[in-house]
């Protein structure tokens, strides 16, 4: 089958027309320029830059306010082998710039990243980052609510009250990526919609804390995603889909054309790639869109649009499968598990 490029690929996200779905997400590797831009010369459609956090913020303040603290050393030659102050650029200053850059030289939407800790520092970080140019902005929420005496209620309150003083001071489109772990994820996606959220990215993906069993020190450890962890975010687009109008990203695990077409047909918008393209790098941006056109011409799909969201949960033959009915189905029933579990007593 031929890789015609016929096949239309567009996408609409957040009020952006994008060119085709695959969008890399915030990573050290949409950070780097001669990076981004091999990205945008293989086809990727838009990119997220790496979040602005907050707190390295006040950390950098920290450590800057104690060095000036401690510059006067008295010794006017030791002095002059100080950084010079002026020619310094603060984090903010880099996001910023780097936002200034991108523009200038990509034609593709450049989508800026935020992680706030206090209303304060979202909001003015959020200006920050609109007044360099950004065309979108993603919220990334990112908190561990470890606290005893903090209720889900509360927490998703505060998400809720952040996300609408934030709405109100910028004018770029706004969405949040969320972690997996609320208890009702779809009614907290439906109450940012309410807010004026235009999109959601789903889910995002955490390095885990691991345990050093030599120096038994607490290590972070960052590894990237397998094709499988897709599945838990098909299954939520597949449910979140018909009840909620605004755009979803698939974020997590998606790593294949394959991969993609499915979250597109539970109803995806669009695809964050990330693990796949640290692991082979930019240029595979292009493999990924070349798969999907021959998937969709030899399937005789005309657009990415007639795709989208035919195997949501209101579309698919046999939605229960996407809930606990098919869990408790495929525990009792399969032939398969009872036959594993019949060799370990043996
Ligand atoms: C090294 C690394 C850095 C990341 N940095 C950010 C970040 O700054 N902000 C953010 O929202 N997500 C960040 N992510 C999460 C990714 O954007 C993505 O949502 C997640 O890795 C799941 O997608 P994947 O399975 O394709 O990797 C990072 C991921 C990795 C691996």
Redesign the pocket.
Known sequence: MSNSPMTDLQTRYRGLELKNPFVP????LTGDFDAARRLEDAGAAALIL??LFEEALHYEEERMTHFLDHQDIGHFEAETFLPDMRKYLSELDQHVERIERYKKSLSIPVIA?L?GVTPQGWIRHALDLQEAGADAL?L?LYGIPSRRNKSAVEVEQNYLFLVQKLLETVSIPVAV?LSAQFSSPVHFIGELEQLGVQGVSVF??FYQPDIDLTTRHVVPR?Q??HSY?SLVRIRWIAMLRNQVELGIAA????HTAEDALKGLMVGADVI?????L?QNGPNHMADLLRDLRIWLNENEYASVQQLKGCLSYRNAINPAAFERANYAELIGHDAWLKVDLKRHRE
Do not use: A, D, Q, Y
Not at 25 to 28: A, L
Not at 251 to 254: A, P, V
């Open positions: 997400s915030s990573s050290p790496p979040s990243s992680n993603e990334n990526k995002n993906r960052i990237l995603s962890e974020t997590g695990g998606f964050h790639v990330c693990s796949v640290l």
